[in-house]
């Protein structure tokens, strides 16, 4: 594992947002979801894949608040296009576990 500066992880933008739409993504090579995530008005909305059909439930994801990194250059999959990085805890069997707050809070939180 290779350490970073504070100053590096400072560029991270790690911010709160809410899922406001759950699709299929029958196109992934591995089965995803295709989230619509409101990340508040400084961000807005953005649009991800993310691997979570393992725990996850598409009415489950509906509301529910998550952590992105919301920095990363756009990504191109397949005909979709990623905005953002959706984080969780990846299990032994590749099955994730989203990271959110305890409470709600306000859309576009930085997480420091």
Known sequence: MENLTWSEFEKVEMRVGTILEVNDFPEARKPAYQLTIDFGSEIGIR??????TKRYQKEDL????MVAVVNFPKKQIGKFMSECLVLG??????DVILLAPDFKIENGLRIG
């Open 89 to 94: 805890a990846v299990g032994d069997e590749g």
């Open 62 to 65: 509906l509301n529910r608040q």
């Open 47 to 52: 649009k991800t894949s993310a691997q979570i």
